[in-house]
């Protein structure tokens, strides 16, 4: 290797390792306010590259390396994770290894949203188990448990960005989902399902 080549690899590796530190500093005074404004204390600890604003009265459990947040993506310091489990008996947990882009957002209201061992979840993922709402005029105020169904990911799914997966939901192990897809139906393990609504494109070999 050339000594200018050299030069230019150790130059951007400096310059990453800046960007990572600089990334945490500013970071860590939105951790830190994020904390404080929630109101569920999660069981297990995350790492949080980017906020986490944690509520509800029900169960938030995090597996061991479980990552909130990715520097080098869009959005890093103008959003922050939401994740919610609102009643008391509802519960969100999500898997070991599992990674989650920049301004993911769960909320079980009646349910549970579980998501699987070492998923890849990208920018914009939203995933509810409830409509929140009736769909008759006087019913717009009201959310019944009865019309909340829970949300299953199985373990090593790829979920793109900007995807919504809608309550009753299973997804297989090892299933991808396509960028900006939504999430109707249940997903097959070991294929690839896109569009809106998502329909299965094909296998994965």
């Known amino acids: ?24 500093i500013v ?17 297990g600890a995350p790492r949080r590259l980017q906020p986490l604003h944690a509520e509800g009265l029900g169960r938030i459990v995090f ?7 990715v520097n080098s993506s869009p959005s890093f310091f103008s959003t922050y994770a939401y ?13 070991d290894g599992t990674s989650m882009n920049n301004n993911f957002c769960a909320v079980a209201e009646h349910t549970r949203i ?6 890849l979840i990208g920018a ?17 105020h009201t959310s019944l448990p009865e019309r909340a169904r829970a949300v299953i990911i199985g373990d090593h799914v790829f979920i793109g960005s900007n ?5 009753g939901v299973t997804i297989g192990d090892g299933a991808v989902i396509g960028h900006g897809s939504l999430v109707t139906g249940d997903v097959a393990g070991g294929t690839v399902a896109a569009g809106v609504p998502a329909r299965a494109i094909k296998a994965i070999d």
């Open 1 to 24: 290797m050339s000594r200018w080549k050299w030069r230019a690899l150790l130059r951007r590796k400096i310059e990453r390792r800046l960007k990572h530190y600089l990334g945490r």
């Open 27 to 43: 970071q860590t005074p939105r951790n830190v306010l994020f904390r404080a404004l929630s109101t569920n204390r999660v069981a």
């Open 63 to 69: 597996g061991k390396n479980v990552q909130i947040g």
């Open 83 to 95: 994740i919610e489990a609102r009643n008391a008996d509802a519960s969100i947990t999500i898997g």
């Open 114 to 119: 579980t998501i699987g061992k070492d998923c």
């Open 124 to 140: 914009n993922v939203e995933i509810y188990d409830s409509d929140f709402h009736g769909v008759r005029v006087a019913e717009r």
């Open 163 to 167: 995807v919504k997966i809608l309550k």
